[in-house]
């Protein structure tokens, strides 16, 4: 079961974010993650029995009407959910637009899927689960990483962020997640993810230029409410 956690929950949802980041802002990304605990409350009632109240699927539905007008837009070609002109201008391609937002909303399906994969799991230490998960999530991510390198080095500062992002937000971040599961539940450790969209969206407006516009911020108070409604 780790092995499979670290593919599905760790490996794939990594591999696939930075991608869609190229067409996609990292507000809208967060978004799309910000449902995880919707989707963790909907996964739990199917495996592992977690009973949901009418208050709760109204709080489902809520969050989904969130993600589905956030997603048309996207298809649309809203500006508002692209990513960061000094990105977007470096990357060129006719990728249909609805493929990264398609991408966002299933890999945060993964996301959450590990949790309830790791609440199931027999009993043991969270860091001896997520260190088997990440090696074997590092079977698949390796192999990837050889057949996309970079034409070039990248800068030492380029290699220092590489470092942070893998080691502090993958690393440390998930050990405190399975610790967390364990110690509670997968529901409960969920609940963080309303947080995410509002320091993603400080970071992209300061240092990358992106712009939030009206329908990603209509898109995360109709998640935000969804949240709030099921957790009550």
């Known amino acids: 079961m780790a092995s499979i956690y670290g593919v599905g929950s760790l490996s794939i949802p990594f591999i696939v974010l930075p991608w869609t980041l190229i067409y996609v802002s990292t507000t809208t990304a967060s978004i799309y993650y910000a449902v995880i605990p919707i989707k963790v409350l909907l996964l739990s009632r199917i495996f592992i029995g977690t009973p949901i109240t009418r208050r709760k699927w109204a709080g489902f539905t809520l969050a989904s009407a969130g993600i589905i007008i956030l ?78 390198l970079p034409a070039a080095m990248p800068s030492a500062e380029g290699i220092g962020w590489l470092l942070s992002a893998g080691v502090l937000v993958s690393g440390c971040g998930m050990l405190v997640r399975g610790h967390l599961i364990q110690r509670e539940d997968a529901v409960y450790t969920s609940t963080n993810g309303y947080i995410v969209p509002l320091v993603t969206g400080l970071f992209g407006v300061t240092i990358l230029g992106e712009s939030i516009g009206p329908i990603p911020v209509l898109a995360y108070m109709l998640v935000l409410g969804g949240l709030l409604l099921s957790q009550r």
């Open 71 to 148: 997603a048309l837009a996207g298809m649309a070609g809203d500006e508002s959910v692209g990513a960061a002109p000094l990105i977007q201008d470096s990357f060129t391609g006719g990728l249909p637009v609805w493929i990264p937002h398609l991408a966002c909303i299933m890999t945060a399906l993964f996301i959450a899927s590990g949790g309830v994969l790791f609440q199931m799991m027999p009993r043991a230490s969270a860091i001896s689960i997520t260190a088997s998960a990440f090696l074997a999530g590092n079977m698949v991510a390796i192999p990837v990483a050889l057949m996309f």
